[in-house]
T-cell receptor
Framework: LAKTTQPISMDSYEGQEVNITCSHN???????ITWYQQFPSQGPRFIIQ???TKVTNEVASLFIPADRKSSTLSLPRVSLSDTAVYYC????????????FGKGTRLSVIA | SQTIHQWPATLVQPVGSPLSLECTVE??????LYWYRQAAGRGLQLLFY??????ISSEVPQNLSASRPQDRQFILSSKKLLLSDSGFYLC????????????FGSGTRLTVV
């Protein structure tokens, strides 16, 4: 399984764009990159998934460079309710190997 | 639509008592099922996963066990709880094959006293 490295914590003010970068140098050819959001006392919630280039949905954007050794989750105009832990996971979805969660990035949004 | 149910939401158990946490999935068949545990202030630790009825893979040796008696039912058990078993237990599922990732249940907060 590809190991991921992401910052332990980040602070941001409301209304700013937040970019969280994840390194995954040994990503495999069939690995997808998935980001989850977790609030206290809740299970993680799927945010976005991508394989290469850029993916955008109503919540976030995911930027993946050509070498796929890193990815950046972009949250536009964050609000206080975006305060949460964000996990970057890398894994192949063609098999049954479970995903391994790292410690994630704790994002604190300040008014 | 698919839903995942996990219960109970909170549980306080004495040391040495048994444990049974249940998770069920609706609206899908043959899902991959997972049990994770999260200690206070920590990340998620994968405990067990199952790709089919009666098929259980254990990731961490401990006094916990898991069973999958039916296609959409996953049970986490212990014969004798330890203080170190306290934590937030999460069940998750995902469809077979390449899809959009895991869906987690609402979790069970277990406190062993």
């Amino acid at each position: 399984l590809a190991k991921t490295t992401q910052p332990i914590s980040m602070d941001s003010y409301e209304g700013q764009e937040v970019n969280i970068t994840c390194s995954h140098n040994n990503i495999a050819t069939n690995d997808y990159i998935t980001w989850y959001q977790q609030f206290p006392s809740q299970g993680p919630r799927f945010i976005i998934q991508g394989y290469k280039t850029k993916v955008t949905n109503e919540v976030a954007s995911l930027f993946i460079p050509a070498d796929r050794k890193s990815s950046t989750l972009s949250l536009p105009r964050v609000s206080l309710s975006d305060t949460a832990v964000y996990y970057c996971l890398v894994g192949g979805y063609s098999g049954n190997t479970p995903l391994v969660f790292g410690k994630g990035t704790r994002l604190s949004v300040i008014a | 639509s698919q839903t995942i149910h996990q219960w109970p939401a909170t549980l306080v158990q004495p040391v040495g008592s048994p444990l049974s946490l249940e998770c069920t999935v609706e609206g899908t068949s043959n899902p991959n099922l997972y049990w994770y545990r999260q200690a206070a202030g920590r990340g998620l630790q994968l405990l067990f996963y199952s790709v089919g009825i009666g098929q259980i893979s254990s990731e961490v040796p401990q006094n916990l066990s898991a069973s999958r008696p039916q296609d959409r039912q996953f049970i986490l058990s212990s014969k004798k709880l330890l203080l170190s078993d306290s934590g937030f237990y999460l069940c998750a599922w995902r469809p077979m094959g390449p899809r959009y990732g895991y869906t987690f249940g609402s979790g069970t907060r277990l406190t062993v006293v």
